[in-house]
């Protein structure tokens, strides 16, 4: 074998080279690496947050239900005996006045009969004079006598009935009104039980709407409401008269009538109608953002900054108005509750606010 005769200084020139490099410029400092970066723990940090701060409001808690219109007044116009229909004076959906004259059935009949019965009474009272003359001289009994004075009686009774039999012949408006829609004809055979025409009263006009259990404590008559109805965007006001006494075991509500001006008879009976009725007005009502309410397994919660953290209250909550909600306990006046990062704001979280959300 041929020993290798390249010099062996070769293999020393990478060595030399590594060597030199390291002493190198050994009298200045070489630069250390950048510190790594320290992260502290995350309960050490300070949120940034925006907050809110609790101001006094007046809030009206408000009532809305849903209702139908009545007429103030309605009766069917019927007639009280049988008979043929003689005549009808109105004409379908006028207005008419209080004891006007609507229809009348044939009465012949029983003006004949009144006739006979004035005759009878004039026979009678003409045997009662002649009676008396006879007592005086004893050839009449008194037991006769009385009896004459009794058949008086009895055909001025029914000369009474006839009188009132004739008075049912033609019937009057019982209040001033507006008539509904004809559902006979004249000539028609009629009985007690068919309705000629509805008569209503719709100035004043009927409200009536149900109210929930809840809102009782609150309700009484001569509060004020609005309304509207289907078709057009006017409200109404109208009055609450009368307040029912007995719950709906169903539905849990309470039964509510309010009466309203109509005078030009624009609402209608049967209308559909929305109601909104103020029922309390707080003068400092406490009110936060919507979104500052944190559901919870038990209720809601509200994170509230307190000495530089965050503390969770449970609170109730009321009424809702727009971006707004009432909170009725847990927090006061003056508080600063927090509206943003709630999704990582925990219970005694360092928090530090940055911005506060103007109401």
Known sequence: MIPDSRPRSIWLIPIFSLVVLMSCGS??????????PSFAPPSAQAMTVEGFVVTPQTMARTLEATGSLLPNEAVPIQFERNGRLEKLYFQEG???????????????ELLAQKKK??????LAEKQVARGKEL???????????????????????????????????????PFSGTLGLRQVSEGTYIGPSDVIID???????????????RFLPEMKTGQNLTFTVVGQDKPYEARVYAIGTELNPETRTVRVRGIANNPQQILKPGQFAKVQLVTSVTQEAVLVPTDAIVPILDGKEIFVARGGTAQAINVRTGE???????????????????VSGLMSVANGSKIVINRFVQP
């Open 27 to 36: 009298d200045e400092e070489v630069p250390s690496a950048a510190p790594a």
């Open 94 to 108: 006028a207005n008419v006045k209080a004891g006007q004259l609507l229809a009348e059935i044939d009465d012949s």
């Open 117 to 122: 019965l004035e005759v009878s009474l004039d």
């Open 135 to 173: 007592v005086a001289i004893q050839a009449m009994s008194q037991e006769e006598y009385d009896r004459l004075l009794n058949s008086i009686e009895s055909i001025k009774a029914d000369l009474a009935l006839n009188e009132i039999l004739i008075g049912k012949s033609k019937i009057y408006a």
């Open 199 to 213: 008569l209503y009263q719709i100035h004043p006009i009927k409200l009536e709407f149900d109210v929930p259990e």
């Open 320 to 338: 809702r108005r727009d971006a707004y909600i009432e909170v009725l306990n847990g927090i006061k006046i003056g508080d600063t509750v927090i």
